[in-house]
């Protein structure tokens, strides 16, 4: 008997939920050393590191969706930065046999946890070879994140029938 469906086995009508990366990559990376060479003197004190992080997500097709996680930051302040970085690191990924009403939690997650130790890797190598000892971010809690960003959207949602 022939195969109908070109080799593939069947898919069980009650498939578990399924998160696949399809593609990862770069999507906008800067970093700048604007004080070098003279940054690399002697220095008094430890630098002030700072970094920002965010989540943004959008559907690109019936089960597909782009997460980009932003890290920005750098070291120093005014005319004693020693850098600055900017990334957009994000991912296609296909969510299937997920309720609807887990989808946004799963993309702004889940998606990002994925992604957080390759962007992580870029920006320690970005700094070092910018002259600097590799900066490592530490682990982020995206959780945590998704949660602290739907709370101040309901914080700032008009309020319905108030007077």
């Avoid at 999507?27 to 003279?38: G, I, M």
Wanted: hydrophobic fraction near 40%.
């Amino acid at each position: 008997m022939a195969d109908q469906n070109g080799g593939a086995a069947p898919e069980p009508a009650n498939a578990g939920p399924r998160l696949s990366v399809l593609v990862q990559y770069t999507k906008d990376f800067s970093f700048e050393n604007p004080n070098a060479p003279r940054s690399f003197g002697p220095q008094q004190q430890q630098p002030n590191i700072s970094i920002q992080v965010n989540v943004n997500a959008r559907q690109i097709g019936p089960t597909d969706y782009e997460s980009v996680l932003v890290l920005e930051g750098g070291a120093g302040e005014g005319a004693n930065t020693l850098f600055k970085f900017e990334l957009n690191y994000a991912g296609v990924f296909r969510i299937e046999n997920i309720p609807a009403e887990q989808i946004q939690h799963v993309v702004m997650v889940e998606g990002p946890r994925l992604l957080f130790p390759f962007a992580r890797q870029i920006i320690a190598d970005a700094v070092r070879s910018g002259g600097y000892p590799p900066l490592y971010v530490d682990p982020i809690d995206f959780n945590a994140l998704y949660f602290q960003r739907m709370a101040a959207a309901n914080a700032t949602a008009p309020t319905a029938g108030v007077a």
